[in-house]
């Protein structure tokens, strides 16, 4: 049986110290299979990161471009898998609502306040 140098095994250390003696999932990343698996399902389960990835910068969703950066975050996420289904389904629903907003706001700056054709 071959033995494995320290750089192709998993980092994981657990709380005793004690490191993980697996070789890592591949060249790529730190951990063996078992601890990757762990930590994706543990950014998952972490609900603030999403959102701050989902934002990435944006202060406020008070222009098209900043709504769209936004959108395009959450794609990204979905994508990854980091985000859930129904999370990304409401935050793109609330950008939807922000870019109404913020035509109707540049509506009301121009003079035309009225209400779009067929609503009353």
């Known amino acids: 049986m071959r033995k494995l140098d320290d750089s192709s095994r998993c980092t994981y250390t657990d709380s005793n110290g004690r490191r993980c003696r697996m070789p890592r999932a591949n060249d790529h990343v730190e951990f063996c299979g078992t601890h990757?698996?762990?930590?994706?399902?543990?950014?998952?389960?972490?609900?603030?990161?999403?959102?701050?990835?989902?934002?990435?910068g944006?202060?406020?969703?008070?222009?098209?471009?900043?709504?769209?950066h936004?959108?395009?975050?959450?794609?990204?996420?979905?994508?990854d898998d980091r985000l859930d289904y129904r999370k990304a389904?409401?935050?793109?629903?609330?950008?939807?609502?922000?870019?109404?907003?913020?035509n109707m706001a540049r509506r009301e700056r121009q003079g035309d306040a009225s209400l779009p054709p067929g609503q009353t």
């Open 58 to 68: 944006v202060t406020s969703l008070d222009s098209p471009v900043a709504v769209n």
């Open 36 to 56: 990757l698996e762990a930590q994706q399902r543990n950014l998952r389960s972490d609900a603030s990161v999403p959102v701050h990835d989902a934002l990435n």
């Open 89 to 102: 389904l409401v935050l793109a629903y609330l950008c939807q609502l922000s870019l109404q907003c913020i």
């Open 70 to 79: 936004v959108l395009a975050n959450i794609a990204a996420l979905l994508t």
